[in-house]
T-cell receptor, first 113, second 112 residues
Framework: DAGVTQSPTHLIKTRGQQVTLRCSPKSGHDTVSWYQQALGQGPQFIFQYYEEEERQRGNFPDRFSGHQFPNYSSELNVNALLLGDSALYLC????????????FGSGTRLTVV | DQQVKQNSPSLSVQEGRISILNCDYTNSMFDYFLWYKKYPAEGPTFLISISSIKDKNEDGRFTVFLNKSAKHLSLHIVPSQPGDSAVYFCAASPPYGQNFVFGPGTRLSVLP
């Protein structure tokens, strides 16, 4: 039973560029949440997708956007990258728009230079 | 404004002894709390949770205590094992919220 899968595992981008990160939820899960974890800090909630719609959003600018596909997988897009966007981006899946049973992926390490 | 605080960045404990990790929160609306463990190059792994209607929850070697009046929770690991060495995150959620607010983490080292 595959857990949460994220791709790529590592990524280096130049300031000003755009990036897309991908997430496949755990089998049976239909809700995907994205978190940003800066170095030395805890994960910070970006947004959550359920039924292909953004259901809740944290305190992140509009440069951060997402999408959920009919197969429940999700993408996180970040435009106009800043050096401060360098972080580990974590995807978590759960069932039915719920806060219970969160399962995290291993993350995508984004470095902006 | 940090709503979930873990004031000890690191903790070292001898194998077989008790590890106590502490967490404080400021938002009295939080009603669900969790502890996650994270190894390097892996995502956080769920350890144990507690609802605000309880003051204690136990799962094997792990026990979480919640003191709502003090807005404080703690994770006890007994006995501690070298494999418990990891970063531990405390997280909290408001009612009807689908997101968690995480603390900055405490790095636990269990020494053989």
């Amino acid at each position: 039973d595959a857990g949460v899968t994220q791709s790529p595992t590592h990524l280096i981008k130049t300031r000003g560029q755009q990036v897309t990160l991908r997430c496949s939820p755990k089998s049976g899960h239909d809700t995907v949440s994205w978190y940003q974890q800066a170095l030395g800090q805890g994960p910070q909630f970006i947004f959550q997708y359920y039924e292909e719609e953004e259901r809740q959003r944290g305190n992140f600018p509009d440069r951060f956007s997402g999408h959920q596909f009919p197969n429940y997988s999700s993408e996180l897009n970040v435009n106009a990258l800043l050096l401060g966007d360098s972080a580990l981006y974590l995807c978590a899946s759960s069932l039915r728009n719920s806060r219970y049973g969160y399962t995290f992926g291993s993350g995508t390490r984004l470095t902006v230079v | 404004d940090q709503q979930v605080k873990q004031n000890s960045p690191s903790l070292s404990v001898q194998e077989g002894r008790i590890s106590i990790l502490n967490c404080d929160y400021t938002n009295s609306m939080f009603d669900y709390f969790l502890w996650y463990k994270k190894y390097p190059a892996e995502g956080p792994t769920f350890l144990i949770s507690i609802s605000s209607i309880k003051d204690k929850n136990e799962d094997g070697r792990f026990t979480v205590f919640l003191n709502k009046s003090a807005k404080h929770l703690s994770l006890h690991i007994v006995p501690s094992q070298p494999g418990d060495s990891a970063v531990y995150f405390c997280a909290a959620s408001p009612p009807y919220g689908q997101n968690f607010v995480f603390g900055p983490g405490t790095r636990l080292s269990v020494l053989p």
